[in-house]
């Protein structure tokens, strides 16, 4: 299978990563990278709430979100 994969036009990667902030932002954020010429499929989304507890800073609607995702690119 891996001469399949090295024969393919085009390559991926996949990329986790952290973020914090509300819902809205959280949906305009998705909203981006559906509307980015570079294709990305989100591949898993976890949320947290309880950043900091009654004593934090944190807004209580605020949420952490982990993502994974997968994007692609065109080999020359």
């Not at 990305?40 to 947290?48: C, I, L, M, N, R």
């Amino acid at each position: 299978t891996v001469n399949k994969v090295a024969n393919k036009d085009y390559g991926s990667w996949e990329l986790e990563f952290s973020t914090v902030g509300t819902y809205n932002n959280f949906l305009n954020f998705l909203k981006e990278l559906e509307n980015n010429l570079r294709i990305v499929d989100v591949t898993a989304v976890e949320f947290s709430s309880n950043l900091g507890g009654a004593s934090s800073n944190v807004s209580p609607d605020t949420y952490k979100y982990d993502f994974k995702v997968k994007t692609y690119w065109l080999k020359n």
